[in-house]
């Protein structure tokens, strides 16, 4: 038997000792906590792998599964190699481009969409709740209609028409597309239809412009909702691929995802950890992000679904 | 929380529409018939506010989506040129052994989604709902944070967890099951989709969990203490009560997992990425890899339409039987 399995037993051993002794709802207990014990380590187990692998030499990357025992710690197991070749300048047709620009591209990308995109839905999902106009049931039904439409469906026409618009290979040419979602409209709408009426008519009396009243009284009241917007908004954007990889071509304007696929191929046979390092960096701006927003995120992500 | 900085100048040319608002009249009587609803007619303020949503639509999702229905007729190289071709395209796809490869792989996709991620989710909830169990945000948090990673980078993860001999996951099932040490995940067509598989569990099944945890949190607590009492067991309570209450949330999330599975493709796409995302003789082919393949890489923007219109019916139907089927079910 391996290290493993006695692991396993003793994880297991208390629950007959629970039983006899406590009853049966202690051994339940207990038995959940084994078990969500156990697929927390399954989840976090491939994250403390990749930490460990950012900093392993290549020499022994393979030698320990995750980190070197203590004593074996010194510049020749444990360094910054990865990094040091990750940033390296790359040539490339219009000269080296550096690790650092791909990062810059990718957060000017997602940070720009995700503002746009926050402007755009929470104006129009306000103007939904809050407003009666012709037309409003009609357009309601054509962004529940378009909501079915896969992405990919309207990724080649879209290509075309960014081509045409001579605005394939910029940043804006892949911002500007995705900017009005009905997904990001609705979310919106349903956070302002519960703010009162008559706090408006307040703001009304006092003066406030119509758009007054949208930036100054529903912004800050669906601020929760906004937040999880933004944190979904933002990692769809920061981990976004197909469309990027499609509409971008020259190296410089390439966001992480791109480029880091490439370097699986560029260093598949000579040193995984150059981009496992790029990997586990381009983990951290959303990490950092949601642990801000997590409150927020996980009711605003369930809301649309939990209502009926 | 600053909307976009364009935004600025707007109020100057919101001030008329504000001082119309302001008369008690408004611009027509076709409000009257609302006359139980508060007084809301603003003018122009509401047209304007959607105005960026719909400008952006008309030209990023209408003008696309009718060129989407011309372009599946023409057959293009690249976005320059076109000729119309009728139905070949179609004709094309039908008769493709790949198209057939790709079908079958993302259907197998969907159902282990369906029938071995949405299981697992569902248990994980059942186990973090139970009232004693503390620390169940931490706990939440944790299974969740894969879906922090976008697929790119799980499946770059990932391609190196595979790896025979050293990779993690084959150094864990050899220390488990003494099984898989030198198994080649990612080169034996036999493993790509159970390989497949397995990454996705990882990813999506603490996504799921929240919510169905979501869901049984807002479950009537004393419709299952009424069963209780009445002797029912926990699975029957669990079976009879608590899953019929949370029918729409299962709903929900079954269809958002299977229209997710059809529309897979970066996940296979980086893991699979020695073997430009297809997977040795095809074996991790989705259908997605195959519109890229032919519309982007191949350049035949008319093909990837005429792919996008197939994968959108299999979406629609399926997403159309479930739910009727589940209008059946609530009767």
Same mark, same amino acid.
């Not at chain 1, 104006?123 to 309601?140: P, S, T």
């Not at chain 2, 989407?68 to 094309?92: D, K, Q």
């Not at chain 2, 197998?108 to 994980?124: C, D, H, R, Y």
């Given at each position: 038997?391996?290290?493993?399995?006695?692991?396993?037993?003793?994880?297991?051993?208390?629950?007959?000792?629970?039983?006899?002794?406590?009853?049966?709802?202690?051994?339940?207990?207990?038995?959940?906590?084994?078990?969500?014990?156990?697929?927390?380590?399954?989840?976090?187990?491939?994250?403390?792998?990749?930490?460990?692998?950012?900093?392993?030499?290549?020499?022994?990357?393979?030698?320990?599964?995750?980190?070197?025992?203590?004593?074996?710690?010194?510049?020749?197991?444990?360094?910054?190699?990865?990094?040091?070749?990750?940033?390296?300048?790359?040539?490339?047709?219009?000269?080296?481009?550096?690790?650092?620009?791909?990062?810059?591209?990718?957060?000017?990308?997602?940070?720009?969409?995700?503002?746009?995109?926050?402007?755009?839905?929470?104006?129009?999902?306000?103007?939904?709740?809050?407003?009666?106009?012709?037309?409003?049931?009609?357009?309601?039904?054509?962004?529940?209609?378009?909501?079915?439409?896969?992405?990919?469906?309207?990724?080649?026409?879209?290509?075309?028409?960014?081509?045409?618009?001579?605005?394939?290979?910029?940043?804006?040419?892949?911002?500007?597309?995705?900017?009005?979602?009905?997904?990001?409209?609705?979310?919106?709408?349903?956070?302002?239809?519960?703010?009162?009426?008559?706090?408006?008519?307040?703001?009304?009396?006092?003066?406030?412009?119509?758009?007054?009243?949208?930036?100054?009284?529903?912004?800050?009241?669906?601020?929760?909702?906004?937040?999880?917007?933004?944190?979904?908004?933002?990692?769809?954007?920061?981990?976004?691929?197909?469309?990027?990889?499609?509409?971008?071509?020259?190296?410089?304007?390439?966001?992480?995802?791109?480029?880091?696929?490439?370097?699986?191929?560029?260093?598949?046979?000579?040193?995984?950890?150059?981009?496992?390092?790029?990997?586990?960096?381009?983990?951290?701006?959303?990490?950092?992000?949601?642990?801000?927003?997590?409150?927020?995120?996980?009711?605003?992500?369930?809301?649309?679904?939990?209502?009926? | 929380?600053?909307?976009?900085?364009?935004?600025?100048?707007?109020?100057?040319?919101?001030?008329?529409?504000?001082?119309?608002?302001?008369?008690?009249?408004?611009?027509?009587?076709?409000?009257?018939?609302?006359?139980?609803?508060?007084?809301?007619?603003?003018?122009?303020?509401?047209?304007?506010?959607?105005?960026?949503?719909?400008?952006?639509?008309?030209?990023?999702?209408?003008?696309?989506?009718?060129?989407?229905?011309?372009?599946?007729?023409?057959?293009?190289?690249?976005?320059?040129?076109?000729?119309?071709?009728?139905?070949?395209?179609?004709?094309?796809?039908?008769?493709?052994?790949?198209?057939?490869?790709?079908?079958?792989?993302?259907?197998?996709?969907?159902?282990?989604?369906?029938?071995?991620?949405?299981?697992?989710?569902?248990?994980?909830?059942?186990?973090?709902?139970?009232?004693?169990?503390?620390?169940?945000?931490?706990?939440?948090?944790? %299974?969740?944070?894969?879906? /922090?990673?976008?697929?790119?980078?799980? &499946?770059?993860?990932? @391609?190196? *967890?595979?790896?025979?001999? $050293?990779?993690?996951?084959?150094?864990?099932?050899?220390?488990?099951?003494?099984?898989?040490?030198?198994?080649?995940?990612?080169?034996?067509?036999?493993?790509?989709?159970?390989?497949?598989?397995?990454?996705?569990?990882?990813?999506?099944?603490?996504?799921?969990?929240?919510?169905?945890?979501?869901?049984?949190?807002?479950?009537?607590?004393?419709?299952?203490?009424?069963?209780?009492?009445?002797?029912?067991?926990?699975?029957?309570?669990?079976?009879?009560?608590?899953?019929?209450?949370?029918?729409?949330?299962?709903?929900?999330?079954?269809?958002?997992?299977?229209?997710?599975?059809?529309?897979?493709?970066? %996940?296979?796409?980086?893991? /699979?990425?020695?073997?430009?995302?297809? &997977?040795?003789?095809? @074996?991790? *082919?989705?259908?997605?890899? $195959?519109?890229?393949?032919?519309?982007?890489?191949?350049?035949?923007?008319?093909?990837?339409?005429?792919?996008?219109?197939?994968?959108?019916?299999?979406?629609?139907?399926?997403?159309?039987?479930?739910?009727?089927?589940?209008?059946?079910?609530?009767?």
């Amino acid at each position: 038997m391996d290290v493993v399995h006695w692991l396993l037993l003793a994880l297991f051993a208390p629950l007959p000792i629970l039983l006899l002794r406590s009853g049966s709802a202690a051994a339940v207990r207990y038995a959940r906590w084994v078990a969500i014990g156990l697929a927390s380590v399954v989840v976090l187990a491939p994250f403390v792998w990749l930490l460990a692998a950012v900093f392993k030499d290549r020499s022994v990357f393979n030698e320990y599964v995750f980190f070197p025992p203590l004593a074996q710690w010194s510049s020749k197991t444990m360094n910054l190699g990865n990094f040091v070749e990750l940033l390296r300048g790359k040539p490339s047709v219009d000269g080296p481009v550096y690790f650092w620009q791909y990062v810059l591209n990718s957060t000017v990308y997602a940070t720009v969409s995700t503002v746009a995109q926050l402007g755009v839905s929470s104006l129009g999902g306000y103007a939904l709740a809050k407003y009666e106009f012709r037309g409003k049931a009609a357009l309601m039904a054509f962004m529940l209609g378009s909501m079915m439409i896969p992405s990919v469906l309207l990724l080649a026409p879209l290509y075309k028409l960014v081509v045409d618009a001579r605005m394939v290979d910029t940043l804006p040419g892949i911002i500007i597309p995705w900017i009005a979602t009905a997904y990001g409209v609705f979310l919106f709408r349903q956070a302002c239809v519960s703010v009162p009426n008559e706090m408006l008519d307040a703001g009304r009396i006092d003066g406030c412009s119509e758009l007054g009243i949208y930036y100054r009284l529903v912004m800050p009241l669906v601020r929760p909702m906004a937040a999880a917007f933004c944190l979904i908004a933002f990692l769809q954007h920061w981990n976004s691929f197909f469309a990027p990889n499609v509409f971008l071509h020259s190296q410089r304007n390439f966001t992480l995802p791109i480029v880091l696929t490439m370097y699986v191929n560029d260093y598949h046979d000579t040193n995984y950890g150059v981009y496992l390092t790029g990997t586990a960096l381009a983990m951290i701006p959303p990490a950092v992000l949601f642990l801000a927003l997590q409150r927020e995120f996980i009711s605003g992500l369930t809301s649309g679904a939990v209502k009926g | 929380m600053q909307p976009a900085s364009s935004s600025a100048q707007v109020p100057e040319s919101l001030h008329p529409s504000g001082s119309s608002a302001a008369g008690p009249q408004g611009a027509a009587g076709r409000t009257k018939a609302r006359a139980a609803m508060p007084p809301v007619d603003r003018g122009w303020a509401p047209y304007l506010f959607l105005a960026p949503y719909v400008v952006l639509t008309a030209a990023f999702f209408l003008m696309p989506f009718f060129n989407a229905i011309a372009l599946a007729f023409y057959e293009t190289n690249g976005p320059r040129t076109r000729v119309f071709v009728g139905l070949a395209n179609f004709r094309f796809l039908f008769a493709d052994p790949m198209f057939y490869r790709a079908l079958e792989n993302t259907t197998i996709f969907a159902l282990a989604s369906v029938f071995l991620q949405l299981p697992l989710s569902l248990g994980l909830a059942v186990l973090l709902n139970s009232s004693e169990t503390r620390f169940k945000s931490f706990f939440r948090l944790i %299974l969740f944070s894969p879906n /922090l990673v976008g697929q790119i980078f799980v &499946g770059i993860l990932f @391609s190196v *967890l595979f790896t025979p001999r $050293y990779g993690l996951i084959n150094r864990s099932l050899q220390g488990l099951f003494h099984w898989g040490l030198e198994e080649r995940w990612l080169t034996n067509p036999a493993l790509v989709m159970p390989a497949l598989v397995l990454t996705s569990l990882w990813v999506w099944v603490g996504f799921n969990m929240v919510y169905f945890l979501a869901a049984l949190q807002s479950v009537d607590k004393t419709l299952e203490e009424a069963a209780r009492i009445d002797g029912a067991g926990a699975w029957s309570v669990f079976w009879h009560v608590t899953l019929p209450s949370m029918r729409h949330v299962v709903v929900f999330v079954v269809i958002t997992c299977i229209i997710g599975s059809y529309q897979l493709f970066e %996940l296979p796409l980086a893991l /699979l990425n020695t073997t430009d995302g297809f &997977g040795p003789d095809n @074996s991790g *082919l989705t259908l997605i890899t $195959y519109l890229y393949e032919m519309a982007f890489r191949s350049g035949d923007l008319g093909l990837g339409a005429a792919i996008g219109w197939v994968v959108t019916l299999i979406i629609f139907t399926i997403s159309m039987v479930q739910i009727r089927a589940s209008r059946i079910l609530e009767d």
